[in-house]
């Protein structure tokens, strides 16, 4: 058995990802979570890198390592009132708890074991080295109203958002 | 050999961390937080099945690109949402949250 380069980056940053994404969810910190949180998302960029999707990698990492993680620390700051140690404490409801654990235990487990065992209908890649281009192509051809679309949603989304922040005013 | 199988199992477990941190913590940020990861873990179901089994095709990315915006705007909400219910409740624990119980 040989494990190529490829193979081998694949290993580490998967690893590094889970292992990022386990912090995220069982620090006390909460500003320990969020920093986990950004590594977490720079290893999923990386993910995206071995899959050839560089594109995709660098959005993922301008706008989850970039905007949405300073965002979360921002609020993270501003919605700090008690001892920092104690900010992420898992719920005190104990059936919670054991609720989430069975859950994600049972989810895991059934979709791990149909996916082992199931053969998908894989082709060979071509490689074809031109993704930026293709995905161009969509965008402005076929799905250029979804992206239209998209945008339209991001501005209403940030001008909500700073409305709701700051309060409207009454009149 | 890594293959598709290999990424949707890291997918999974990915998605499986972020349901527990959604259904175990307490705090609102922390629950977006874990909301982020299940996204996260989505698209890479996207990339890889549009790289293993469509390779001819780039719509499995466009739909990772498109899930990305939609996760901005509703962390950009989701926080503002919070930051307001701090303002009335001084805590960010899901469990004043209840307005509309009675």
């Given amino acids: ?171 | 050999m890594i293959g598709l199988t290999h990424y949707l199992i890291l997918a999974t477990l990915l998605f499986g961390i972020g349901l527990f941190g959604v259904l175990a913590k307490r705090s609102a940020i922390a629950v977006l937080m874990a909301v982020e990861l299940m996204l996260n873990a989505v698209n890479i179901n996207f990339v890889a099945i549009n790289k293993y089994v469509v390779p001819d095709t780039g719509v499995g990315q466009l739909f990772a690109l498109f899930v990305i915006v939609v996760a901005a705007a509703e962390v950009a909400v989701g926080l503002a949402l919070i930051i307001n219910i701090f303002r009335q409740k001084k805590s960010v624990n899901l469990h004043d949250f209840n307005l509309l119980k009675w």
């Fill in chain 1, 1 to 171: 058995m040989d494990i190529s380069l490829a193979d081998l980056a694949f290993i580490i940053l998967a690893g590094f990802t889970l292992l990022t994404a386990l912090g995220v969810v069982l620090f006390k910190n909460i500003v320990h979570s969020a920093i986990m949180l950004v590594f977490s998302f720079l290893g999923v960029a990386g993910i995206y890198f071995t899959m050839h999707a560089g594109f995709l990698g660098l959005v993922q990492i301008l706008v989850y390592a970039g905007a949405i993680s300073v965002l979360i620390i921002f609020a993270i700051m501003l919605v700090m009132n008690q001892d920092p140690e104690k900010t992420n404490l898992p719920s005190p409801n104990i059936p919670n708890i054991m609720a989430g654990t069975y859950l994600t235990i049972l989810l895991v487990g059934a979709l791990v074991g149909s996916i082992w065992f199931t053969s998908f209908p894989e082709k060979v890649a071509p490689v074809s080295g031109d993704e930026l281009g293709l995905l161009t192509g969509l965008m402005l051809g076929d799905y250029v109203i979804p992206l239209e679309l998209a945008a339209l949603l991001l501005l209403v989304a940030v001008v909500g958002a700073i409305i709701l922040a700051r309060g409207a005013e009454h009149k």
